[in-house]
């Protein structure tokens, strides 16, 4: 199993599992860093707001929704209600 470059899963350990017979490779789980970083955005929850187009608004992209989600623990991406307020992390430089 390969992760690509830029994944959030690129730092994961990958490892063999053997199951009856049959080699799976398994990520192990991610550590996400719960803390807020400097320049990280407070958004306000519109109605017309879905989580794919806050991601485009922020980053350019929606490909980025899932750094938002880091950053919201208990956060529902398809029931976001309106006023609620979601922080928006700067993305990381390399």
């Given amino acids: 199993m390969s992760v ?3 994944s ?5 350990f ?3 599992r053997r199951f009856r017979g049959f080699a799976r490779n ?3 789980f991610r550590e996400i860093d719960r803390a807020l ?3 990280s955005i407070l958004h306000t929850v519109t109605e017309t707001d ?4 806050i991601s485009y608004q922020y980053y350019g992209t929606p ?4 750094r938002i989600l880091d950053r919201n623990p208990g956060v529902d991406p398809l029931d976001l209600p309106v ?3 979601l922080w928006i992390p700067p993305l990381a430089r390399e």
């Avoid at 959030?8 to 994961?12: F, G, P, Q, T, V």
């Avoid at 490909?63 to 899932?66: A, G, I, L, R």
């Fill in 37 to 39: 970083p400097a320049g």
């Fill in 50 to 53: 879905r989580i794919d187009n």
């Fill in 8 to 12: 959030r899963y690129e730092k994961a």
């Fill in 4 to 6: 690509f470059e830029g």
């Fill in 26 to 28: 398994t990520l192990t």
């Fill in 14 to 16: 990958v490892y063999a």
């Fill in 63 to 66: 490909d980025h929704w899932w």
């Fill in 83 to 85: 006023g609620k307020q």
